[in-house]
């Protein structure tokens, strides 16, 4: 089954769409290993009557570190050879975050609305080897205080009830509070975290899933099941697993009743055992080593994914997909051979603990200050020239804020100058709009004002109950208050232009003529634009971690993103809207220009605009012909 579980996660993040839930590999990992550990604990306290935690602690590191380790020294060395200092210094905190177990609560901590993507974290898959660790180290005492007791049913009550819990606590913190803080102390009142990160990052959390295994060790046995029961139980696990990795996707909240799928499944198969016909689908040669391998492969699969997609900027084919699944599975084999395997066989043992413990502890302790080094650094710089070194050092999170800031100030009434009042409402991309023009000298030809629609809500207006629950669950509660906000404001009749400028996605581009119909209604007069999407291939800062100082840098261009096509078509089809298209100037056939012909960057991330790339936009909106139509102007000197 681990082989179902690993072969499921590598499918979902090679890119391959119909595996879209394979993230549920790693909760039939989650059961697997809470029905192993509890079957341990529970044979070794019933047969010796105690339990060695020494010994069950060192063979975990056993298991797990030495891997773990060479897999964080090669993925810091690919990561040193290629990311920008930006995603270098990232990268210095999750190897020093994966290599004391706590890699769930660092890219929990992360988590926001201008996160890296994933394809620029190479050690996002250790958030889960952070969970399991920390299971590990509380299990094994609350296991033995349950199965010490004499009657037989307090074990598994106890860990029922637990997993039970764990359950109702993931359910209940899914919009970010919990409701037994609000009972208490009244501390829940407001939202204190983001809910949904929450739930799938932290251990707590996850414990229902570890749970579920672990009850397996009492629900199988004692007894022997029939064989065409075991079949069908097989069949019936096979078929939740399956349905959970097609039907699943990113869009909703996980783990919440969903997760049941994956993890009654894999009890499923755990309970069933190996019976002769679909036993077969697991124990077959193939199953069987790529099981043998699966924490190797568990293990380098996503740094490789990570560092081709950013050698070679571009989104991955079905090929390319393919091809990195076949090149993990050649690297694990090796892996698995040379370090993994090699201290878990039987003649590793003669490696005293103490003599382990001291070698391990020492690898640590050198890496460990090695990364923290590198994490509290500017994203070693010097391995770039210096004209390059300037704008790689950009700060993220003041590019971030300066996005966000006169967007911000300029949500205010109009103030009744006779100037055409102009409207911009939207998320960061109406943010980045209202950039342009004040870097650019149009700002001040009009009234302007704006309104921010914040947490991703891609909508402006009410949208049905369907809409919130399907596309907008993690946000709804927020989405729904600034809609039912945005309804009531006068300011948008007050308008005489308004821009409507979001990230647009499928689900909010096929509501928006719903949204334009509602703004007419409070606004039947004022001329309408939106603008188009205008994602890139590949965040600007990688761009010019690669290309950055090459005297014809302005001229390499990187592939039109195709996710905007079919989005931008739809926008176009609306009925009188202008469609402000912000990339017309950047892109033709050939691609997307990333830097200026000053060798500066123009956008830090896959869209949003550098001070000096909004001045850039701005300049080339004088050849483009709607400006004036809005009442824009240019100011002397610009």
């Known amino acids: 089954m681990r082989a179902l579980a690993v072969m499921a996660v590598l499918f979902f993040h090679a890119g391959f769409v119909t595996f879209s839930g394979g993230f549920a590999g790693v909760d039939v990992f989650f059961v697997i290993s809470g029905f192993l550990i509890t079957r341990l604990i529970v044979n070794e306290v019933h047969s010796t009557g105690t339990f060695r935690f020494g010994h069950f602690y060192v063979r975990r590191m056993r298991r797990l570190f030495p891997a773990l380790l060479a897999t964080l020294w090669l993925s810091f060395i690919g990561a040193a050879f290629l990311f920008a200092p930006q995603f270098l210094s990232r990268v210095g905190g999750a190897l020093v975050a994966a290599l004391f177990s706590v890699s769930n609560i660092y890219f929990w901590a992360e988590s926001g609305y201008f996160d890296p993507d994933a394809i620029l974290k190479p050690l996002l898959h250790t958030w889960s080897l952070g969970v399991e660790e920390q299971f590990y180290l509380v299990w094994p005492v609350l296991v033995v205080l349950a199965v010490r007791n004499r009657s037989r049913w307090i074990g598994p009550a106890s860990i029922a009830l637990a997993g039970l819990a764990s359950f109702l606590f993931a359910l209940d913190m899914a919009d970010g509070r919990l409701a037994i803080l609000d009972v208490m102390s009244g501390i829940g009142d407001a939202p204190r975290a983001d809910g949904p990160a929450a739930v799938f990052f932290l251990a707590p959390f996850r414990v229902f899933e570890f749970a579920i295994g672990a009850l397996c060790v009492w629900l199988g046995g004692g007894w022997k099941t029939p064989k065409l029961f075991a079949e069908a139980l097989l069949a019936i696990g096979l078929l ?67 560092f081709y997609g950013y050698w070679t900027f571009t989104p991955l084919s079905a090929g390319e997909g393919a091809g990195l699944i076949v090149v993990s599975i050649l690297l694990a084999v090796p892996m698995f051979h040379l370090v993994e395997r090699r201290f878990r066989l039987p003649g590793a043992e003669e490696v005293r603990s103490s003599v382990f413990l001291r070698q391990s502890a020492l690898a640590a302790t050198v890496s460990g200050l090695c990364w923290a080094g590198l ?71 009009v009234d302007l004002a704006t309104v921010p629609v914040l947490d991703n809500c891609k909508t402006l207006f009410p949208v049905s109950d369907a809409y919130y629950e399907t596309y907008l669950p993690k946000m709804e509660e927020s989405c729904r208050r600034q809609h039912a906000t945005n309804l009531g404001r006068s300011i948008f009749a007050e308008a005489d232009a308004i821009v409507v400028a979001f990230e647009w996605s499928e689900s909010s581009a096929d509501v928006l003529d719903e949204q334009l119909a509602v703004l007419r209604t409070l606004n039947p007069s004022a001329k309408i634009a939106v603008t188009a999407r205008r994602i890139l291939t590949g965040t600007g800062i990688e761009f010019f971690a690669h290309h950055g100082g090459k005297p014809n840098a302005h001229e390499i261009r990187t592939p039109y993103f195709e996710g905007n096509v079919a989005i931008n078509r739809k926008l176009r089809a609306l009925q009188g809207v202008t469609v402000i298209d912000l990339l017309q100037p950047l892109c033709n056939e050939d691609g997307c220009q990333r830097v200026t012909r000053e060798g500066v960057l123009i956008s830090y991330d896959l869209a949003h605009l550098t001070p000096k790339g909004a001045a850039y936009l701005g300049e080339r909106l004088a050849t483009m012909d709607w400006p004036a139509k809005f009442g824009l102007r240019q100011e002397a000197g610009h």
């Open 375 to 445: 994490w509290s650094s500017n994203g070693w710089l010097w391995r770039y020239p210096e004209e390059v070194q300037e704008q790689l050092s950009y700060e993220v999170e003041a590019l971030n804020d300066y996005v966000w800031k006169r967007f911000l100030a300029e949500e205010r009434s109009f103030d009744g100058s006779d100037r055409q009042k102009l409207l911009v409402v939207g998320d960061s991309m109406g943010a980045d709009f209202v950039n342009i023009l004040g870097e650019g000298g149009w700002a001040g030809s």
């Open 240 to 306: 939740l697993i399956g349905l959970s990795v097609l039907l699943l996707d990113e869009t909703a909240i996980f783990p919440s009743w969903n997760a049941l799928l994956p993890c009654l499944g894999a009890a499923c198969v755990i309970l069933a055992g190996a019976p002769p016909v679909f036993g077969k689908v697991l124990t077959n040669p193939v199953m069987t080593g790529l099981g043998k391998v699966s924490y190797s492969l568990y293990l380098v699969h996503w740094p490789v994914i990570v």
